[in-house]
C-alpha cells in the first residue's frame, strides 16, 4: 500500500464521515462477506433536483472491518447528488477513488461497500421498505440485522465467533 493510500485510510477510520443509522432513509442494503466474516449496511436518502431523483445523503455502519469504514466513508461523501443510474454505475475503485487505489488484500473491502449501495439501489427499484431503522431494537447493525432479515436485500452473513 502507498504511504498515501495508507494515510488517507488512517484518517478515514480516524473520522469517518456519515457513519451511523438513517432514520428516514429511503433505501437501504446489506452485504455480508463469507470470507473474512464482515458486514457492512448502507442508507440512503434521495431528493429531486431539476426534475431528477439524485442522492441527497447516504449513510453506512460497518461490522469488523477498517478499511470498508474508510471506503464507505469517502464513497458515501461521493455519492452526493449522484443519480441511481451514476451511483449504480460506480465500480468499488471509483468509490474508493479518494483514498487511492487499495492493496490486493483489501480490494474486496471496497466491494463490500460496492455491494452494499447496489444493494440499496436495488431495494429502491423495488420499492422495499427502507428496513425497520428507528425500531428501538435497531440500536447497531448486529440488532438492525437480526430485525430484519427480510429487508436486508442481499444478505450474505457468516458470524465469526473468534473475531478473524
Ligand atoms: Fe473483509 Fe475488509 S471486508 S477484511
Do not use: Y
Not at 436495488?122 to 425497520?132: H, T
Amino acid at each position: 500500500m502507498s504511504e498515501s493510500t495508507e494515510e488517507k485510510i488512517r484518517q478515514a477510520i480516524a473520522q469517518p464521515m456519515n457513519m451511523g443509522e438513517m432514520a428516514d432513509a429511503d433505501a437501504v442494503g446489506t452485504v455480508g462477506n463469507p470470507d473474512c466474516g464482515d458486514m457492512l449496511r448502507m442508507w440512503i436518502k434521495f431528493t429531486e433536483k431539476d426534475g431528477k431523483k439524485v442522492i441527497d445523503r447516504a449513510s453506512f455502519q460497518s461490522f469488523g472491518c477498517q478499511t470498508a469504514i474508510a471506503v464507505a466513508s469517502v464513497a458515501t461523501e461521493m455519492l452526493r447528488g449522484k443519480s441511481v443510474d451514476e451511483a449504480r454505475a460506480l465500480s468499488s475503485a471509483e468509490l474508493a477513488e479518494d483514498l487511492g487505489p487499495l492493496p490486493p488484500m483489501k480490494i474486496h473491502c471496497g466491494q463490500m461497500v460496492e455491494g452494499a449501495l447496489r444493494s440499496a439501489l436495488e431495494a429502491e427499484e423495488s420499492a422495499a421498505p427502507a428496513s425497520v431503522v428507528g425500531s428501538p431494537d435497531a440500536s447497531n447493525l448486529i440488532h438492525s440485522l437480526a430485525a430484519a432479515p427480510k429487508h436486508a436485500g442481499k444478505l450474505r452473513i457468516v458470524l465469526d465467533p473468534t473475531g478473524n
